[in-house]
């Protein structure tokens, strides 16, 4: 996995890139509030579990994979 970070705007933005996925991420929440990395670590986890838990939920995910 890569990550390559840049800074749109105000709001950082990171590119993960595995072999089978690119994904450009924004962050809209600041994580560097939680001073605790390892609490910083969990949080993140968990809200990109969320996300993906909200997408795979939703009629665009089937499109997609319709699609692809």
Do not use: A, C, W
């Not at 950082?12 to 990395?37: F, R």
């Not at 997408?55 to 319709?66: A, G, K, Q, R």
């Amino acid at each position: 996995m890569s990550i390559e970070d840049q800074n749109i705007g105000n709001l950082p933005e990171l590119i993960l890139e595995t072999d089978d996925i690119s994904m450009i991420l924004t962050l809209k929440k600041d994580y560097s509030k939680i001073e605790d990395i390892d609490e910083r670590k969990k949080e993140f986890t968990k809200d990109m579990k969320d996300f993906i838990d909200e997408f795979v939920s939703n009629p665009e995910f089937d499109e997609l994979m319709n699609y692809y």
